[in-house]
């Protein structure tokens, strides 16, 4: 089945510590998208990429650190530096940047304690 | 940045229509009005989107004002597997999409 993957679906981390979220997808599509989400808020842009080896930053890219040397892979980590990462983390592709639909994955929610 | 303005929270019966506005009173002539719903726990799916005309495919209809500053998201019969938070969202020329808190939706038995 094609489709996005985001691994794992729950994570805790210790303070200080840098951590990576997987996210992954087969659907051959070119551009891919981080987001995160609080509680009862809507979903901020982190980072985009819109071709393999070539990413911008969104909204709230501070503390966040993202790669894309396959198509299917846009891994992101989030490092020490940022301030509040407890948060749900969703990761997107869609075929072309200016596709009208993008398609996300079931999202990895962080705990950082 | 266009916004978007939805009521926080509405309720339906189950297989009742349901119509959830949006306002965008500062829309650009060349931003797309997209919507996505969330389940609990889940990432978001895309639901409709359009520009000017009003907009139908299977899963609900998008009308949309003659002005453009507002647009109504229908489902036409309300399922209890349609309760989720649904983003009205515009999309500028930059792609970029701009999620608000949405309107979560509430389907009664």
């Known amino acids: 089945d094609g489709g996005i993957t985001q691994s794992p679906k729950y994570l805790f981390r210790k303070e200080g510590q840098n951590v990576t979220l997987s996210c992954e997808q087969n659907?051959?599509?070119?551009?891919m998208y981080w987001y995160r989400q609080d509680p009862g808020q809507g979903l901020r842009l982190i980072y985009y990429?819109?071709?393999?080896?070539?990413?911008q930053k969104g909204d709230i890219a501070e503390g966040y650190s993202v790669s894309r040397e396959k198509k299917e892979s846009f891994p992101l980590t989030v490092t020490s530096a940022q301030k509040n990462p407890t948060a749900f983390y969703l990761c997107?592709?869609?075929?072309?940047?200016?596709?009208?639909?993008?398609?996300f994955g079931p999202g990895t929610r962080l705990t950082v304690t | 940045d266009a916004k978007t303005t939805q009521p926080n929270s509405m309720e339906s019966n189950e297989e009742e229509p349901v119509h959830l506005p949006c306002n965008h009173s500062?829309?650009?002539?060349?931003?797309?009005i997209h919507w996505y719903r969330q389940l609990p726990s889940q990432g978001p799916e895309y639901v409709i989107h359009?520009?000017?005309s009003n907009v139908n495919n299977r899963m609900a209809s998008l009308a949309i004002a003659e002005d453009r500053k507002s647009s109504t998201l229908i489902l036409h019969r309300a399922t209890l597997r349609d309760a989720a938070v649904y983003y009205c969202?515009?999309?500028?020329?930059?792609?970029?999409?701009?999620f608000g808190a949405g309107t979560r939706l509430t389907v009664k038995p």
């Open positions: 997107a592709s869609s075929k072309l940047a200016d596709s009208y639909e993008q398609y």
């Open positions: 969202i515009l999309r500028d020329n930059n792609n970029d999409m701009r």
């Open positions: 359009g520009l000017t």
């Open positions: 990429s819109q071709i393999v080896n070539d990413f």
């Open positions: 659907l051959n599509h070119d551009a």
């Open positions: 500062t829309i650009s002539g060349t931003d797309y």
